[in-house]
């Protein structure tokens, strides 16, 4: 019962073909998509069914309260953070834009020969260099300065 390499390899191809098709008719019974467009009315019916199976069962309800069980406390602290946070961008922004405006005209206040009045140090705004506000325009009075 000795059997040749041939005879090997013709099992291992039977065995592989009958793997393949195997494997097709499995993704034929599994392609939903397809299943939904060949019963479009049980499909709905099973889709409203399990809508309202989850909604009696209130899990939304129990992870809203999770929730709130888990940041209690938190969000004291976080909000006062944030606050300042948001505070100090504001200030920060407004001053930049309010150094930037005057920038502006005074480069206009120059372009036609009105007199400049320059800003003393006590209304001066804060230092944005980072924002890019107090770079100089360029050529044509117009461009906006980089960012980077």
């Known amino acids: 019962m000795a059997e040749t390499t041939a005879d090997v390899r013709r099992d291992i191809e039977m065995t592989r073909s009958r793997i393949s098709d195997t ?43 999770a929730t709130v069980t888990a940041t209690k406390g938190a969000s004291g602290r976080l909000g006062t953070v944030l606050d300042d946070l948001v505070s100090h961008v504001v200030q920060t922004f407004q001053g930049a834009v309010e150094q930037r405006i ?9 372009a036609i020969g009105a007199p ?3 800003r003393t140090a006590a209304t001066s705004a804060p230092n944005n260099s980072s924002l890019g506000f107090n770079q100089q325009l360029g050529g044509d009075g117009m461009t906006a300065p980089r960012a980077d």
Do not use: C, I, M
């Open 102 to 110: 005057e920038g502006l005209a005074g480069q206009v206040k120059q």
């Open 23 to 65: 494997l097709e008719q499995l993704e034929h019974k599994l392609n939903v998509a397809q299943l939904v467009r060949d019963n479009p009315w049980p499909s709905l019916a099973l889709a409203f069914g399990a809508g309202v199976l989850l909604s009696g069962s209130r899990a939304d309800v129990k992870a809203a309260a």
């Open 116 to 118: 400049s009045t320059p």
